[in-house]
């Protein structure tokens, strides 16, 4: 299985509809992978508050359709990163969106984990309730989006529904870079799974970003990492290697707490 992962971000006061032509074009430059994959809240920037009301739209609104004809056109799976969604009831999620090749969508994702504490997404977003995998062939994806990268309780119910893949897109902070690289590992080897972290280039609302998408195998090594600017990360993966490690390291079988 071969996976883009499509470091982009807002480029200062960029126009939503230029930033979605942007990865629209970058997506269909990838007509040899299975697998692509964009950031979280791309077409807003993570850390773009006062932008995230007004660019909400619904969940099949200009960015599901223009990312559902990339799929289509480029006959790849398409992980469109996370947009801000507006839910009928008014409620902004900040929600991802999986396509297969033929353009259909195959699942969506409302993010459960808010950041921010007393502000920014934690206030202006409501959270998901629940797990979400997708099947692919070979293998099967667990769906989580950044600040959910430090709660392994997640990440432990996506490996119970079967997840091998465990793909996560964000806006990950530059100052915290450590953090991010070291929990990518952590829960790519406690769950003997892959990890495709896809974080976001740029600078968002004052915020750098960390940039440095990365690819870990189910023993914790890094197959490939990105630096900081817009970039495309290509690995090849081997589903199988996900069965190969935990029947060679069967730890999983002897956990006792969460059975």
């Known amino acids: 299985m071969r996976a883009s992962l499509l470091?982009?971000?807002?480029?200062?006061?960029?126009?939503?509809?230029?930033?979605?032509?942007?990865?629209?074009?970058?997506?269909?430059?990838?007509?040899?992978?299975?697998?692509v994959i964009l950031p979280e809240l791309w077409t807003t920037g993570a850390f773009a508050f006062?932008?995230?009301?007004?660019?909400?739209e619904p969940l099949r609104g200009p960015t599901y359709e223009l990312m559902a004809e990339s799929a289509r056109k480029t006959?790849?799976?398409?992980?469109?990163g996370s947009i801000p969604e507006r839910a009928e009831d008014g409620t902004l999620y900040n929600t991802s969106l999986v396509f297969g090749p033929d353009g259909e969508l195959a699942a969506s994702y409302r993010k459960m984990h808010r950041f921010g504490f007393d502000r920014g997404e934690a206030v202006l977003m409501g959270a998901g309730t629940e797990l979400v995998t997708v099947g692919l062939p070979g293998t099967t994806l667990g769906l989580a989006t950044c600040y959910d990268l430090r709660f392994p309780e997640?990440?432990?119910?996506?490996?119970?529904?079967?997840?091998?893949l465990l793909v996560v897109p964000a806006g990950w902070p530059e100052r915290r870079r450590?953090?991010?690289?070291?929990?990518?590992?952590?829960?790519?080897?406690?769950n003997q799974a892959y990890v495709l972290a896809v974080g976001s280039a740029g600078t968002h609302?004052?915020?750098?970003?960390?940039?440095?998408?990365?690819?870990v195998d189910p023993w914790g090594a890094v197959l490939a990492e990105a630096g900081h600017g817009q970039q495309v990360l290509t690995v090849d993966l081997d589903p199988a290697r996900v069965a190969a490690t935990r029947e060679e390291f069967p730890a999983l079988k002897d956990r006792v707490l969460g059975r």
């Open 154 to 164: 997640l990440f432990r119910g996506l490996v119970d529904a079967g997840a091998e």
């Open 205 to 215: 609302a004052g915020v750098p970003q960390a940039g440095h998408s990365i690819a």
């Open 75 to 80: 006959g790849v799976w398409l992980h469109a």
């Open 7 to 35: 470091q982009i971000g807002p480029d200062g006061d960029e126009p939503v509809d230029s930033l979605r032509d942007r990865a629209s074009s970058l997506v269909q430059e990838q007509a040899g992978a299975d697998l």
């Open 50 to 56: 006062e932008r995230f009301a007004a660019e909400a």
């Open 178 to 190: 450590a953090h991010w690289t070291l929990l990518a590992q952590a829960r790519a080897v406690e």
